[in-house]
C-alpha cells in the first residue's frame, strides 16, 4: 500500500445499527465484498476492540463513490450496522507506519471476531480431549493422536519449542479449494475469501484459519496457547503449518517479539 501526502482518502465508521444478531454467512459475505473493494483500491480496515463496530480507510474518486461502496456492503445494506462516511486528506505521514508491526494478525476476520468462524467439529473436540487426558504426558498424547488421524496430515511435537505442528490436509482432499484457480493456492488453501487468489498473500493472514484449532487445544492447555500459522501456501509454501505453542499467548509474543 503506497500512501501520499495531500491525497483524498475516505473514511467508514460502523456502529452497531440494533440486537439483530448477524450470522456467520452475513459475515462471510461482508469479508468477500471488502476483499474485492481492497483488490481494486487500497485499504485498511478492521475492527474497534472496545465497541461493537469497525473502521475502513480507502480511496475513491469522490464522497458519493465512497457512500455508494459503504452501502453495497452486506452488513450495512442488510441492517446490521449503520455508517458514516468522512473525506478525509492526509497530511502527515511518519515514516514507522511503513514498517512491520509486532502483532501482525490484523486480517479483516481475526481483528473482529477474534476466532475463525468456520468451527471446528465437536467430535474431534472430544476425541483429542480423551486422547490426552489417557497420555501420560504431550509426546505420547501427539503420537496418538497421529495414530488415529484426529486432524491434519500429519502432527508432531517439538520438546526443544514445547510446540505441536499440525501439516493440514489440502483441501482438494477434503472435497474443498477452488478448482478453477490452478494454482496450488487454488487446490490446497481452505478459505473461500482466498483460494480464489492467484496472487500470494501475507502469512498473517491465515491467522484466522490457525485459530479454527482454538477450540481443541484450549480445552486441553487452557488459555496460555499461542496458534500461529507456521507456513501457508497462501503466502507460497508448498503446504499449510500450524503451531501450537504450548505456555503462550499472543500478548506474551509480542512482549518479547
Not at 137 to 144: M, Q
Not at 156 to 182: L, V
Not at 204 to 223: H, L, N, Q, T, V
Amino acid at each position: 500500500m503506497r500512501f501520499v501526502k495531500g491525497e483524498k482518502l475516505f473514511v467508514r465508521i460502523d456502529r452497531k445499527a440494533g440486537e439483530m444478531a448477524m450470522t456467520d454467512q452475513d459475515f462471510q459475505d461482508h469479508l468477500v465484498y471488502v476483499e474485492k473493494l481492497a483488490g481494486e483500491r487500497y485499504l485498511l480496515g478492521g475492527g474497534f476492540s472496545n465497541t461493537d463496530g469497525g473502521m475502513l480507510l480507502f480511496k475513491a474518486k469522490n464522497i458519493e463513490e465512497a457512500q455508494e461502496f459503504s452501502n453495497s456492503d452486506p452488513i450495512i445494506e442488510r441492517g446490521f450496522y449503520r455508517c458514516e462516511v468522512f473525506e478525509w486528506k492526509l497530511v502527515v505521514l511518519s515514516e514507522t507506519c511503513l514498517e512491520s508491526k509486532k502483532n501482525l494478525y490484523e486480517s479483516h476476520c481475526y481483528s473482529i471476531h477474534k476466532f475463525c468462524p468456520c468451527k471446528i467439529g465437536e467430535d474431534a473436540v472430544s476425541q483429542a480431549f480423551s486422547i490426552y487426558k489417557a497420555s501420560a504426558d504431550i509426546p505420547s498424547f501427539v503420537n496418538e493422536m497421529e495414530k488415529q488421524r484426529v486432524i491434519g496430515r500429519r502432527i508432531w511435537f517439538a520438546a526443544d519449542e514445547n510446540t505441536i505442528f499440525i501439516s493440514k490436509k489440502y483441501a482438494c482432499e477434503s472435497g474443498g479449494g477452488c478448482p478453477e484457480n490452478q494454482t496450488l493456492i487454488g487446490e490446497r488453501c481452505h478459505c473461500g475469501h482466498y483460494n480464489r487468489s492467484t496472487a500470494y498473500q501475507p502469512k498473517y493472514y491465515c491467522k484466522c484459519g490457525a485459530e479454527f484449532y482454538r477450540p481443541m487445544f484450549a480445552s486441553i492447555f487452557g488459555d496460555d496457547v499461542l496458534i500461529e500459522p507456521y507456513k501457508t501456501v497462501l503466502s507460497g509454501d508448498d503446504e499449510c503449518v500450524l503451531a501450537i505453542r504450548i505456555g503462550k499467548t499472543e500478548e506474551k509474543a509480542n512482549a518479547h517479539a
